[in-house]
């Protein structure tokens, strides 16, 4: 356990890793997964099978499977040759998340009243405008909690890029484990809580703005 | 035509009768079901027109096809002399034209009641914010709400929400309102604010399609009475005519239902 304590900066440095890729890949399953459900509730039949067809696909797929394919599979097709291991990790997660990012904010889309889009279409904006003024502000509102789980098993799933090479918090715990095969469980404990740490942050976030936004729905 | 506070008040408003909503022929199906049958109706500049009938007789349909909220199957409607468009901008550019007032006010839940009245003007014309918020303090003022600018929807009471509703439409400066029953979903002693401030904008000149049972406010402001059942337009007369001497039978039977009540 010394090992742990005395390389703390290892663990602490590991976690940051985690945090990177949770953030990096939240972003861009957030913005990938706004525009799908917009694809999916808009005018444009061809855009609406498109994004319902990536999220059947995606949904699917194991998050290894999508891993192997942007790590191996991507390179030998010639793209993201050179990438660095955290785009590419981002990469991986941001695409395997999207698709629940998307539900949930559907979800979230169907629970806003018709006569909202309505209003905004009888006074003259677009669908994109509708959108992103009127629509999606009031989705993300009902969205809040499914979408903390989403990015809460997000955060849980950036682990599978250890499998790669990144030495995010897994991969790190697995290397004290070797090192330290006596004290598995305290290791296992101490990486539990960072990770718990990393949730409860999502968590807290979550309950904050439901707690803002309470007042303006 | 723009309405503006300084625009003049009084029943001797000067009425231009050249025609600003005109529907020719139209035809709209719900599937199988003939929900508007051979509509012809023209609304002049001016003009204001209430829309009366028993419930599913196409009334809200006729609305929504004005702005295009509702394709039509045939036919053809004219909003200043300019055919609706099809989609897309030009669509959202002539729904902006066209101001609605709906039964369940449909404010924007999350955002305030400036912002409510402000949006369309800074999003869809383009005004600067500043601008925007005078003009939309104005009309609040003139529907009597100025004071709640800065609360949410669901803090105001139906009258006042309804009275936001329409500074909303208002501030698009509209060629034409069209009301969908906006005071069937108040309590009795809210109908009226709204109703006056109807009156108001009749008085200023709002050329106006209202879809109301409020047999005072037709009487009070409309030039014409419009009476539909079965997707048709049964009688158009003057108010008087139709609420004494009713023509056809749907009509008389429907009068006597609603004055029973
Ligand atoms: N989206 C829709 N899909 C299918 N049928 C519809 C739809 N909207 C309306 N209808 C039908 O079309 C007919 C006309 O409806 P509309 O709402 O225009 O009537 P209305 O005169 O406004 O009635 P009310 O007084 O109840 O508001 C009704 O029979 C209604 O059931
Ligand atoms: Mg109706």
Same mark, same amino acid.
């Given at each position: 356990m010394d090992d742990v304590f005395s390389n703390f900066d290892l663990v602490l440095k590991a976690f940051w890793m985690t945090v990177q890729l949770a953030v990096l890949s939240g972003v861009a399953a957030m913005v990938l997964?706004? *525009?799908?459900?917009?694809?999916?509730?808009?005018?444009?039949?061809?855009?609406?099978?498109?994004?319902?067809?990536?999220?059947?696909?995606?949904?699917?797929?194991?998050? *290894?499977?999508?891993?192997? %394919?942007?790590?191996?599979?991507?390179?030998?097709?010639?793209?993201?040759?050179?990438?660095?291991?955290?785009?590419?990790?981002?990469?991986?997660?941001?695409?395997?998340?999207?698709?629940?990012?998307?539900?949930?904010?559907?979800?979230?889309v169907n629970a806003v009243p018709l006569g909202q889009a309505e209003a905004a279409r009888a006074i003259g904006m677009t669908f994109a405008q509708n959108m992103r003024h009127v629509v999606?502000?009031?989705?993300?509102?009902?969205?809040?909690?499914?979408?903390?789980?989403?990015?809460?098993?997000?955060?849980?799933?950036?682990?599978?890029?250890?499998?790669?090479?990144?030495?995010?918090?897994?991969?790190?715990?697995?290397?004290?484990?070797?090192?330290?095969?006596?004290?598995?469980?305290?290791? %296992?404990?101490?990486?539990?809580?960072?990770?718990?740490?990393?949730?409860?942050?999502?968590?807290?976030?979550?309950?904050g703005l439901e707690r803002r936004w309470k007042a303006a729905r | 035509m723009t309405v503006t506070d300084d625009a003049p008040v009084g029943s001797g408003t000067p009425r231009s009768g050249e025609p600003l909503v005109e529907l020719t022929e139209v035809q709209k199906y719900y599937g199988g079901l003939h929900v508007l049958q051979d509509i012809d109706l023209t609304v002049d500049r001016g003009e204001v027109v209430v829309v009366i009938g028993p419930s599913g007789s196409g009334k809200s349909?006729?609305?929504?096809?004005? @702005?295009?909220?509702?394709?039509?199957?045939?036919?053809?409607?004219?909003?200043?002399?300019?055919?609706?468009?099809?989609?897309?901008?030009?669509?959202a550019r002539h729904r902006a034209d066209v101001g609605m007032v709906f039964q369940s006010f449909n404010l924007f839940a999350h955002k305030t009641i400036l912002q409510n009245v402000t949006l369309g003007p800074i999003k869809v014309r383009g005004l600067a914010k500043g601008e925007a918020e005078t003009r939309a303090r104005e009309l609040l003022e003139r529907v009597g709400v100025a004071q709640q600018a800065d609360k949410y929807p669901a803090q105001l009471s139906g009258g006042q929400q309804q009275r936001v509703a329409i500074a909303r439409a208002l501030a698009m400066d509209p060629k034409v309102m069209l009301f969908d029953e906006p005071t069937s979903a108040l309590d009795p002693e809210m109908i009226k604010e709204v109703l006056d401030?109807?009156?108001?904008?009749?008085?200023?000149?709002?050329?106006?399609?209202?879809?109301?049972?409020?047999?005072?406010?037709?009487?009070?402001?409309? @030039?014409?009475?419009?009476?539909?059942?079965?997707?048709?337009?049964?009688?158009?007369?003057?108010p008087e005519t139709f609420f004494t001497s009713p023509e056809s039978d749907r009509a008389k039977d429907f009068l006597g239902k609603i004055l029973k009540h």
């Open positions: 997964g706004t *525009l799908l459900a917009a694809m999916r509730v808009g005018p444009v039949a061809v855009l609406r099978t498109v994004a319902s067809t990536y999220v059947t696909v995606v949904r699917n797929t194991p998050l *290894l499977v999508m891993c192997v %394919f942007v790590f191996f599979a991507a390179p030998n097709l010639g793209l993201l040759v050179g990438t660095p291991f955290l785009v590419k990790g981002t990469i991986a997660v941001g695409l395997y998340t999207a698709p629940f990012v998307a539900e949930a904010i559907r979800s979230g999606l502000p009031q989705a993300f509102r009902a969205s809040v909690p499914p979408l903390a789980s989403t990015l809460i098993a997000m955060t849980k799933n950036t682990s599978v890029v250890a499998v790669f090479g990144i030495m995010e918090a897994t991969a790190r715990m697995r290397y004290f484990v070797n090192r330290n095969a006596d004290d598995t469980i305290l290791i %296992f404990v101490v990486f539990a809580i960072g990770y718990i740490l990393l949730v409860e942050l999502i968590s807290l976030g979550a309950v | 349909t006729l609305c929504r096809t004005i @702005n295009r909220l509702e394709p039509i199957d045939s036919g053809r409607i004219l909003v200043d002399g300019a055919p609706l468009p099809q989609e897309g901008r030009a669509l401030v109807m009156v108001d904008l009749a008085e200023r000149g709002m050329t106006m399609i209202v879809v109301t049972h409020e047999m005072g406010f037709a009487r009070t402001a409309a @030039n014409r009475v419009v009476f539909m059942a079965d997707g048709r337009i049964l009688e158009t007369t003057d």
